[in-house]
T-cell receptor, first 114, second 113 residues
Framework: DAGVIQSPRHEVTEMGQEVTLRCKPI?????LFWYRQTMMRGLELLIY????????DSGMPEDRFSAKMPNASFSTLKIQPSEPRDSAVYFC????????????FGEGSRLTVL | RKEVEQDPGPFNVPEGATVAFNCTYS??????FFWYRQDCRKEPKLLMS???SGNEDGRFTAQLNRASQYISLLIRDSKLSDSATYLC??????????????FGKGTKLSVIP
């Protein structure tokens, strides 16, 4: 079975450019999460969706960040304009509604903003 | 106080050694607890859940002390393949907010031949 699929795997861009990260969750999973990982701050939850509806976006750093989930099989995280401090690995994860606590992560999108 | 705190390590141990990681959490109402493993430049993956009574999975033993808000992971007979970062994870609440796992920054383990 396919896991969580993220694209691009790597992106290098210049400050001020728009960045769009994409995610396809595991089929049948009701919850989708966007995390950001840096050495300094570890894994931080940015936003999560339940049945395509954003439930909590309190982790989104500022208005430059936005996330959408137009359907059950696709989500995007957009940064506009990007800044060097946005450089990080962005993980998408999904899970079903059970109580196991298991999140299934994609391989991540490594973003470098110059 | 950070929500989930771990000793960052690194822990460098010889093959066959026993190593223990500790983790503390700040929210006394936290309901469930997990250890995730993250290999270098890879995504985190669930290693095991942590139950109040303690639980074991092969060479791995996890324990929870709710009174002290403390979680531990013990690895016996370390293998080279155990080298990774181990993330302590806490689920802070039941109900509507029960899916927002909080991750520690991880403890790095290197098992040396």
């Amino acid at each position: 079975d396919a896991g969580v699929i993220q694209s691009p795997r790597h992106e290098v861009t210049e400050m001020g450019q728009e960045v769009t990260l994409r995610c396809k969750p595991i089929s049948g999973h009701d919850y989708l999460f966007w995390y950001r990982q840096t050495m300094m701050r570890g894994l931080e939850l940015l936003i999560y969706f339940n049945n395509n509806v954003p439930i909590d976006d309190s982790g989104m750093p500022e208005d430059r960040f936005s996330a959408k989930m137009p359907n059950a099989s696709f989500s995007t995280l957009k940064i506009q304009p990007s800044e060097p401090r946005d450089s990080a690995v962005y993980f998408c994860a999904s899970r079903d509604g059970g109580d196991t606590g298991e999140l299934f992560f994609g391989e991540g999108s490594r973003l470098t903003v110059l | 106080r950070k929500e989930v705190e771990q000793d960052p390590g690194p822990f460098n141990v010889p093959e066959g050694a026993t190593v223990a990681f500790n983790c503390t959490y700040s929210n006394s109402a936290s309901q469930s607890f997990f250890w995730y493993r993250q290999d270098c430049r890879k995504e985190p993956k669930l290693l095991m859940s942590v139950y109040s009574s303690g639980n074991e999975d092969g060479r791995f033993t996890a324990q929870l002390n709710r009174a002290s808000q403390y979680i531990s992971l013990l690895i016996r007979d370390s293998k080279l393949s155990d080298s990774a970062t181990y993330l302590c994870v806490v689920n802070p609440a039941r109900g509507a907010g029960s899916y927002q796992l909080t991750f520690g920054k991880g403890t790095k383990l290197s098992v040396i031949p």
